[in-house]
Each structure stands twice: as C-alpha cells, then as structure tokens.
C-alpha cells in the first residue's frame, strides 16, 4: 500500500493564482481531511469528508474548496491564492467505524509546502 | 486561546530520562489523539484514545476525561525520540483541534 500520497511537494504560486493539491489514499478510508500547519499555531483543520459525496468545513475554510467524488481521491482547490496561504499542508485518512464516536488512527501524508509571493 | 493546551512547549531531556508531555482540553471530546511529528516533517499516528491507558513500547499515553486532561510518557528516553509531540481533540461532529505541540529534544 501507498498510504496517503500527496503532490506537489513544493509549490510556489504568485497571488491570485488557482492550483490543486492532490490527494489519493488506497486503504479503502472513509475519513478524508485537510489540514494547514503554520508556525507557532499547529495544525488547523481546512475542509474533511466523512465519504465520496460528503464534505464539510473545518477551523478555516476560507478561501479552499474540496470535493470528494470518489472514496480514494480528496482534492484541495486553492481559487485565487493569498499570501495568507503560504503554508504547509497536510492531507490524512482513517477508517470511520460506526456511530460518532468511532474514531481512528490517522494516516497523514509527507505534506505538501506552498509559497505564494 | 487554543482550545487545546499542551506543555511544555520545549523539552530538553537527557537520555535514559523519564519524559511526560502534557495536554488539556476544554470542552468534551470523543477521542484524544498524540502525534509524532519528524524532523523532516513527516506525521505519525502515535495513539488514539476515548479512556484509560494505553502502552506501545517505552510510550504510555494517559486520559482523565473529568479532568479534560491527558499525557504522554516516554520512559528510558533515547535521542532518536527527539521529534514534536502534538495533542488533538476530536468531536462528535467530526471536527478536530489540535495543540501547538511540544518540541522534544533528548540529549546523547
């Protein structure tokens, strides 16, 4: 297995740029989600999906759109980008069990850095 | 203010040293999660738990729910354990927070 892949690994955008982080797991997970780390603040949850067709906003969804068409895949849309956004982020996954309470381990990916100038 | 505090921020510790991480939360959860964070960035799932305790190797995590609070041991501590250590909450809704985390750096 692959795990959680992410791509690009380094990106640099000038404002108002539009880009799409990719990211794909292949463990058959329910759970998708997003997150941006920044200095000092720690990690902060963007969007996350509970299944293909479901999504919903996290801490700060400003300015991200995410869609979940199939199981494997989980894409962040960067729309017009801000240097506000200069970030690293994180893509994970875990296995949703049933009821609210069944959380699991999750499985993060190596990250993608961006830089918008 | 962070819904989830962890101290210290900085830790350093001898080898063989007994290490504990702490975090404290404000509202109810249905899980808390330590992290391990590389320093090469890379994330690790280090434990998930709901109560009580639990052990992997020379790590132990701790959970009072009353007491919204948790912690992480690391015992006979090793340089290779050097890393950030990050606390999160998950809730019923899905959402998650996490701590600011807690830089570890063991000395040889």
């Known amino acids: 297995n692959a795990g959680v892949t992410q791509t690009p690994k380094f990106q640099v955008l000038k404002t108002g740029q539009s880009m799409t982080l990719q990211c794909a797991q292949d463990?058959?997970?329910?759970?998708m989600s997003w997150y941006r780390q920044d200095p000092g603040m720690g990690l902060r949850l963007i969007h996350y999906s509970v299944g293909a067709g479901i999504t919903d906003q996290g801490e700060v969804p400003n300015g991200y759109n995410v869609s979940r068409s199939t199981t494997e895949d989980f894409p962040l849309r960067l729309l017009s980008a801000a240097p506000s956004q200069t970030s690293v982020y994180f893509c994970a996954s875990s296995y949703r069990g049933q009821g609210p309470r069944s959380y699991n381990e999750q499985f993060f990916g190596p990250g993608t850095r961006l830089t918008v100038l | 203010k962070n819904e989830v505090e962890q101290s210290p921020q900085n830790l350093t510790a001898q080898e063989g040293e007994f290490i504990t991480i702490n975090c404290s939360y404000s509202v109810g959860i249905s899980a808390l999660h330590w992290l391990q964070q590389h320093p090469g960035g890379g994330i690790v799932s280090l434990f998930m738990l709901s109560s009580g305790k639990k052990k992997h190797g020379r790590l132990i995590a701790t959970i009072n729910i009353q007491e919204k609070h948790s912690s992480l041991h690391i015992t006979a501590s090793h340089p290779r354990d050097s890393a950030v250590y990050i606390c999160a909450v998950g809730y019923n809704n899905n959402d998650m927070r996490f701590g600011a985390g807690t830089r570890l750096t063991v000395k040889p």
């Open positions: 463990m058959n997970h329910e759970y």
